[in-house]
Nanobody, 125 residues
Framework: QVRLTESGGGFVQTGESLRLTCAAS????????MGWFRQVPGKEREFVAV????????TYEDSVKGRFTISRDTVKNILYLQMDGLKPEDTAVYYC??????????????????WGQGSQVTVSS
């Protein structure tokens, strides 16, 4: 059974940076697509950035393009999200996810069957 453990969230000012880390254990996810999603109260979970198995392709939500970078270390089974130029509208709980599928990337939350516990990111103006 896959376990995803996130770290790196916090409280920052507008324009600052954070890096989220997601460590996977219990199974090798080297070929599975993975991604980052976020959710604010009262809204559906939305995709932020997704990456294909072995990490050759990425897709970003329009509002984070040029500011966020998703990457993965397939040997260590770790997923990263580097967030630069943070804005108040980026405030949310961020979740890492592992897909049941190889290849990708996939941006629909329904393509993912393993989720982390969530990490709060708060950006103050």
């Amino acid at each position: 059974q896959v376990r995803l453990t996130e770290s790196g969230g916090g409280f920052v000012q507008t324009g600052e940076s954070l890096r989220l880390t997601c460590a996977a254990s219990g199974s090798s996810l080297r070929r599975n697509a993975m991604g980052w999603f976020r959710q604010v109260p009262g809204k559906e979970r939305e995709f932020v950035a997704v990456i294909s198995g072995i990490g050759t392709e990425t897709t970003y939500e329009d509002s984070v393009k040029g500011r966020f970078t998703i990457s993965r270390d397939t040997v260590k089974n770790i997923l990263y999200l580097q967030m630069d130029g943070l804005k108040p509208e980026d405030t949310a709980v961020y979740y890492c996810a592992a897909s049941k599928y190889y290849g990708g990337p996939y941006s629909a939350a329904t393509d993912y069957d393993s989720w982390g516990q969530g990490s709060q990111v708060t950006v103050s103006s």
